[in-house]
């Protein structure tokens, strides 16, 4: 199975931006869904946002609407994450994750037993 590896990650002030990318060593179309996700300290895990292969469409979690974007590159094997308007509390660890399962719901968390690849994550600090 291909292996994920997030990049992009760093030291930004309120208000900047930031785009991550999750690279696949293979095709992320052999993936129903990859998503993206974070874990901020002392935090559960969260589901950000989700795109499908199946039919191009895209999911938000209301944290995190409007402000982030998320888009793939196939011919690059990338995913990414744009995020504007960063406020200290998505301060966390993201993770880009991929999943085969055909009736992936990022907004179901038991369903996140069916993310098959995780990436290793990447920090990132919205900070003054």
């Known amino acids: 199975q291909v292996q994920l590896a997030e990049s992009g990650g760093g030291l930004v002030q309120p208000g900047e931006s930031l785009r991550l990318s999750c690279a696949a060593s293979g095709s992320i179309l052999d993936y129903y869904a990859i998503g993206w996700f974070r874990q901020a300290p002392g935090k559960e895990r969260e589901g950000l946002s989700c795109?499908?292969?199946?039919?191009?469409?895209?999911n938000y979690a209301d944290s995190v609407k409007g402000r982030f974007t998320i888009s793939r590159d196939t011919a690059k094997n990338t995913v990414y994450l744009q995020m504007n308007s960063l406020k200290p509390e998505d301060t966390a660890v993201y993770y880009c994750?991929?999943?085969?399962?055909?009736?992936?719901?990022?907004?179901?968390?038991?369903?996140?037993?069916?993310?098959?690849?995780w990436g290793q994550g990447i920090l990132v600090t919205v900070s003054s």
């Open positions: 795109i499908s292969n199946n039919d191009d469409s895209t």
């Open positions: 994750a991929a999943t085969r399962y055909p009736r992936f719901d990022m907004s179901t968390s038991y369903l996140w037993r069916y993310l098959e690849v």
